[in-house]
Nanobody, 130 residues
Framework: QVQLVESGGGSVQAGGSLRLSCVAFGYSSEYYFTKSCMGWFRQAPGKEREGVAVIDSGAASIYYTDSVKGRFTISQDNAKNTLYLEMNSLKPEDTAMYYC???????????????????WGQGTQVTVSS
């Protein structure tokens, strides 16, 4: 089974930037990057897990939650089995644990719902101070 490993989280001041990476290891990694929907989710204490940005590589479609549009960019490097999330102009409300997820069917990509993703990383913490 595929294993997802995130990195790149940290503590920054408001207005700063971070780049998260998610590397997929193991059997069927290529499938997840070329045939399924992958994305980044985040969860703050006491809140539900939120779909921040997802990508359907087959259809070349990308979906963002409204609060990050224009600030965050999701991308992937299939040759490296790596998913990225470039985060700029960070705000304190972006503070959360960020998770990489994979395996949602293409038709569910635009829904950005955690329940459709069978594979998850362990998460990387992002903390933005004011």
């Amino acid at each position: 089974q595929v294993q997802l490993v995130e990195s790149g989280g940290g503590s920054v001041q408001a207005g700063g930037s971070l780049r998260l990476s998610c590397v997929a290891f193991g059997y069927s990694s290529e499938y997840y990057f070329t045939k399924s929907c992958m994305g980044w989710f985040r969860q703050a204490p006491g809140k539900e897990r939120e779909g921040v940005a997802v990508i359907d590589s087959g259809a070349a479609s990308i979906y963002y939650t409204d609060s990050v549009k224009g600030r965050f960019t999701i991308s992937q490097d299939n040759a490296k089995n790596t998913l990225y999330l470039e985060m700029n102009s960070l705000k304190p409300e972006d503070t959360a644990m960020y998770y990489c997820a994979a395996g949602a069917p293409a038709w569910a990509c635009g829904l950005r719902l955690a329940g459709y993703y069978p594979r998850w990383g362990q998460g990387t913490q992002v903390t933005v101070s004011s």
